[in-house]
């Protein structure tokens, strides 16, 4: 830290600062700091090298089959329409790049990996929507706290033992 401001700061401004849930999406339309809490969930950030902004998404399950029901706490929904947010700002496609965090696997509360499911949809989706992954932090059996910079595409991530409450809903 520099004369008391957060590492996600610049020249002297701290951008605001939005909490994004399990289900939801952000592009803004300026810079922000998007923090969330994900387990087993994955979030997708996307940031534009050449416009300098990006966006984040929040899913829990991998895999929406049912039409007509789509809602982003899937993988496929949410990172197609992240991308689809995102080439709408008037950006080239090779401009973008992402990044992957998430997808714990829980040993104690389920046999299923949802995490590894929810991890591969995420590349998947990447991969054939054209977007360079440029790192992943995923995996694992500790959940994380992320913080992303939409203007500089830092990206602080915590890595926890234990989820509180108030980790997931800090605003609340």
């Known amino acids: ?3 008391g401001q957060s590492q996600f700061s610049e020249q002297g401004q701290i951008p605001d600062q939005y909490y994004l849930q399990p289900g939801y999406i ?6 922000v700091s998007i923090s969330t809490v994900i387990g087993s969930g994955v979030c997708v950030c ?6 300098r902004c990006g966006g984040m998404n929040h ?4 895999l929406m089959t049912v039409k007509g029901k789509t809602t982003p706490m899937y993988g496929n929904v949410a990172t197609i329409a992240l991308v689809k947010l995102m080439l709408a700002r008037e950006t080239k496609k090779k401009a973008l790049e992402a990044q992957i965090f998430g997808g714990a696997f829980h040993s104690g509360i389920s046999d299923k990996d949802v995490g590894s499911e929810n991890i591969e949809i995420a590349r998947r989706v990447l991969k054939k929507a ?5 790192s992943e932090d995923v995996g694992g059996e500790k959940g994380r706290k992320i913080v992303f910079n939409t203007h500089t595409n830092e990206i602080a991530v915590l890595k926890v033992d234990s989820l509180r409450n108030v980790d997931w809903y800090p605003y609340a």
């Open 1 to 3: 830290m520099k004369n």
């Open 26 to 31: 952000l592009v803004p339309d300026k810079s």
């Open 46 to 51: 996307i940031f534009d090298r050449k416009n």
């Open 59 to 62: 899913f829990q399950f991998p």
């Open 130 to 134: 054209g977007i360079t992954i440029i």
